[in-house]
């Protein structure tokens, strides 16, 4: 599975970002995919993710503020950012966790990254 993040970058607190991920490779299952982020000095956090059954779940501190959506052929996922701030700033990663055959247990695989600056 190859995940490819792109649309970080600098914006001002208040304003609005998307983030969107390419998702490659053939699978047998998935268990969940989404975003995930790590600010500088801490650990990494779950920000929005849709699980089995196409259920998006959001971090408190994301909800009404951003949106995950993905593409009818679930190749794209996307993370629309609006109001954002200061405590938003992280490299946000894309993550994929399932099943690659239906004999292998569950796997997870990280993209490369996209650095998200809000700052005036």
């Known amino acids: 599975v190859q995940l490819v993040e792109s649309g970080g970058g600098l914006v001002q607190p208040g304003g609005s970002l998307r983030l969107s991920c390419a998702i490659s490779?053939?699978?047998?299952?998935?268990?969940?995919v989404g975003w995930h982020r790590q600010a500088p000095g801490k650990q990494r956090e779950l920000v929005a993710e849709?699980?089995?059954?196409?259920?998006?779940n959001y971090t408190n501190s994301v909800k009404g503020r951003f949106t995950i959506s993905r593409d009818s052929a679930k190749s794209t996922i996307s993370l629309q950012m609006d109001d954002l701030r200061p405590e938003d700033t992280a490299v946000y990663y894309c993550n994929w966790r399932g099943r690659i055959r239906q004999w292998t247990s569950d796997s997870e695989f990280w993209g490369q990254g996209t650095e998200v600056t809000v700052s005036s």
């Open positions: 849709f699980t089995s059954g196409d259920i998006a």
């Open positions: 490779g053939r699978v047998f299952s998935v268990t969940a």
